[in-house]
Structures are given as C-alpha cells and as structure tokens.
C-alpha cells in the first residue's frame, strides 16, 4: 500500500492518521472544516506543507456538499474567509496555511468582481482552485528534489554517492507526495546517488522515528535511524557529508523556523564543516517577517515529554518546557535554501521573492 498523508476526490477527504503510525495505517474522513482543525492542532496530520493542503481541501469539501450561501457572491465570499480563519487558529508556526489563505482569499476577490460570475460558478472556481493545489505540491516537491540533489552531488568531491543527515519528517506524509528535505533525499536516490540517510528520532514526537524511517523503508532507501543525542557524533563519525532539513516558515532574512532540535543540528554541522541545506517550497516564505525573532513558536503540552503511550517517563509534576520548533539563524544555513525555483544563499531569497511577484 502506498504511503499518502491525504485522500482526495472531489467531495471526499480522508487523511492517514499519523498519531497511529508505524503500528497502524487508518485513514480517516473529514467531513469539514472542524474536522481538520482538530486533525492539524492533536498533529493527526503535520508537516507545512501537508497542513495547508488540508486545511483548504476540507473548505472544498464543504462546498463541494453546498455548504455556505448558494445566493449571494459576498455571503460566500464572507463564508469562505470565515472558514479560512477557523483554520488559521490551530497551529500558528506553519507558513504555509496562511500563505494559501491569503491568495484563496485574493482569487475569491477576483472572481467575484468579474461581471456575470454566478454564485454557483464562484462555488466551483473556488474548489478547481483548491484541487489544483494538490498537483502544484507535488511538482513543486520534485523540483527541490531535483535542484537539491544536484547542488549536493556538485559540491561532493568525485560527485557522491552521498550520506546524509535528516531531522523529523519532510516526505510525503508532510506533503501531497515525494516530499522536501525527503524529496531531495529520494532525488540522490533515484540517481544511484545516494550511500545513505541518518534519520534523527526527533523527540518528543518521534516524527522521524515513526514517520520518516517508515517511508524510507517503505521505499528502499537506506537510512539509519539514530537518537537526537547522536546526531553530532553522526556528522563527525560516520561520514555525513551534508544535513538537509525542512522548514515550516523562513523569514526575510533567511531565519528558518523548523521542528525543535534543528538549530543544534546547525550548529553541529557549522562546527564540523559540513554544509546545511533547508528543502522549502516558496510557500513557506514569509516575507512579511523580518527575521526569525518575529515567528512565533508553537509550545506542546509537557505530557508529550512526560508520558509516552500513558506510561510515566518523567516526575509528573516536574517543570516542562516543550516548544515545538526552534529558529535557526540565516548564517548557519551554509549550503542554501532549495526551493522549487532552485537554491539559493539566504540573503538571495529576499530578493527572489519579490522578483517573482510574492511580496
């Protein structure tokens, strides 16, 4: 069976409930909007990415069964940014979410000041829109694959094969399909390039011990799973030749905020000599933002931390402090930024962001 985060077809969603994994595959419906945001805030479904494409999908689905107004071009235009803004409240470090708001937003604008559009036309615009989103992920995806692979194998003395160093989960249960950082490793794959992939645990979820391990066994690749408190000796010890990681908001200056754990990793990597790599695609941009002190961080329950499947690990009184993600600095990023457009130094993507008209 293959490993999607997401089923689609036109009124119907089911998402893979990745709480469960690896123990059990279940997919399960989602019926609308409140459905998914409870799916992305207990992290059934995570990653930027794979968030944002829920998010709308269960806005299509709800249109696609005639929710909202069926009358009136500006109720289902108020409709539309109501649902949009429920979804923006579950979690609040992702870029991607609000990236694809805003533009659904601009798009339903658009349409509905274009004379003769009926309400069922701007019903089903919308949720084309929507579904296109979908194939425009997994393209995306195989372009920071492609442009990934290639700058790695041109810095590598004899052009690999490559061992590399990954944290949490950026493959395709974090997107539509094939993945980021995970994309970049299947592109070396693919290749005949690729010698081998250290996966980091990435507590205290485990994404990369129950999620990013699975699919790269799934699909052949080699990998070898390692504890977080490895990943320096792993670096220095057992030939990692480049760390690539995913992202889930990269501000203006090149600051990457990513799964808790990726700024020691870069800071590991600095050290040894080691180039860092961050897989994005331009969604996770926000340029909005300055720099990385301005992302603000999701904090976790410290259950996660103190309890693993009901079982204590910890004095359940103790003080926890659990945030979610961390900010990695835009000095530390010294392999690049690969997005779909190609790879860039941090202080670059600023400047092709707003050649490409997204700021």
Same mark, same amino acid.
């Given at each position: 069976?293959?490993?999607?985060?997401?089923?689609?077809?036109?009124?119907?969603?089911?998402?893979?409930?990745?709480?469960?994994?690896?123990?059990?595959?279940?997919?399960?419906?989602?019926?609308?909007?409140?459905?998914?945001?409870?799916?992305?805030?207990?992290?059934?479904?995570?990653?930027?990415?794979?968030?944002?494409?829920?998010?709308?999908?269960?806005?299509?689905?709800?249109?696609?069964?005639?929710?909202?107004?069926?009358?009136? &071009?500006? #109720? /289902? $235009?108020?409709?539309?940014?109501?649902?949009?803004?429920? !979804?923006?409240?579950?979690?609040?470090? %992702? *870029?991607?979410?609000?990236?694809?708001?805003?533009?659904?937003?601009?798009?339903?604008?658009?349409?509905?000041?274009?004379?003769?559009?009926?309400?069922?036309?701007?019903?089903?615009?919308?949720?084309?829109?929507?579904?296109?989103?979908?194939?425009?992920?997994?393209?995306?995806?195989?372009?920071?694959?492609?442009?990934?692979?290639?700058?790695?194998?041109?810095?590598?003395?004899?052009?690999?094969?490559?061992?590399?160093?990954?944290?949490?989960?950026?493959?395709?249960?974090?997107?539509?399909?094939?993945?980021?950082?995970?994309?970049?490793?299947?592109?070396?794959?693919?290749?005949?390039?690729?010698?081998?992939?250290?996966?980091?645990?990435?507590?205290?979820?485990?994404?990369?011990?129950? &999620?990013? #391990? /699975? $699919?790269?066994?799934?699909?052949?690749?080699?990998?070898? !799973?390692?504890?977080?408190?490895?990943? %320096? *000796?792993?670096?220095?010890?057992?030939?990692?030749?480049?760390?690539?990681?995913?992202?889930?908001?990269?501000?203006?200056?090149?600051?990457?905020?990513?799964?808790?754990?990726?700024?020691?990793?870069?800071?590991?990597?600095?050290?040894?000599?080691?180039?860092?790599?961050?897989?994005?695609?331009?969604?996770?941009?926000?340029?909005?933002?300055?720099?990385?002190?301005?992302?603000?961080?999701?904090?976790?329950?410290?259950?996660?931390?103190?309890?693993?499947?009901?079982?204590?690990?910890?004095?359940?009184?103790?003080?926890?402090?659990?945030?979610?993600?961390?900010?990695?600095?835009?000095?530390?990023?010294?392999?690049?930024?690969?997005?779909?457009?190609?790879?860039?130094?941090?202080?670059? &993507?600023?400047?092709?962001?707003?050649?490409?008209?997204?700021?």
């Amino acid at each position: 069976m293959s490993l999607e985060s997401l089923r689609y077809r036109r009124g119907s969603l089911e998402l893979l409930n990745q709480r469960l994994l690896p123990g059990q595959l279940r997919y399960e419906r989602v019926g609308g909007v409140e459905r998914a945001w409870g799916a992305i805030r207990d992290m059934e479904v995570r990653g930027a990415p794979a968030i944002a494409l829920l998010g709308c999908l269960s806005l299509a689905v709800e249109l696609a069964g005639g929710c909202g107004p069926s009358d009136d &071009l500006g #109720a /289902l $235009e108020e409709f539309v940014g109501q649902r949009l803004g429920v !979804l923006l409240t579950a979690r609040p470090t %992702a *870029a991607n979410l609000g990236h694809e708001a805003r533009r659904l937003r601009a798009f339903v604008r658009g349409r509905v000041e274009t004379p003769g559009v009926t309400p069922g036309q701007l019903r089903e615009s919308i949720i084309e829109y929507i579904e296109g989103l979908l194939e425009k992920d997994r393209s995306d995806n195989r372009s920071i694959g492609a442009h990934g692979a290639r700058h790695i194998l041109g810095r590598v003395p004899g052009g690999g094969p490559v061992t590399l160093l990954t944290h949490c989960n950026t493959g395709t249960l974090a997107t539509a399909g094939y993945g980021t950082a995970l994309g970049v490793v299947r592109a070396l794959h693919e290749r005949g390039s690729l010698s081998r992939v250290f996966c980091t645990e990435t507590r205290p979820y485990n994404q990369g011990s129950r &999620l990013s #391990a /699975l $699919e790269l066994r799934h699909d052949g690749i080699p990998v070898t !799973l390692i504890a977080d408190s490895a990943a %320096a *000796a792993a670096i220095r010890d057992r030939g990692v030749q480049a760390v690539v990681v995913g992202a889930d908001r990269v501000a203006a200056n090149g600051d990457v905020a990513n799964k808790i754990g990726t700024f020691q990793l870069a800071v590991a990597a600095r050290h040894l000599g080691v180039p860092f790599y961050v897989a994005a695609p331009s969604s996770t941009c926000d340029p909005s933002l300055t720099s990385g002190r301005l992302i603000p961080i999701e904090e976790r329950p410290g259950t996660e931390l103190t309890q693993l499947g009901g079982v204590l690990l910890a004095e359940p009184e103790v003080d926890v402090w659990n945030p979610a993600f961390d900010v990695t600095p835009h000095e530390l990023i010294t392999g690049g930024i690969i997005t779909e457009w190609g790879v860039f130094a941090p202080s670059e &993507l600023s400047r092709e962001l707003a050649e490409r008209g997204k700021q």
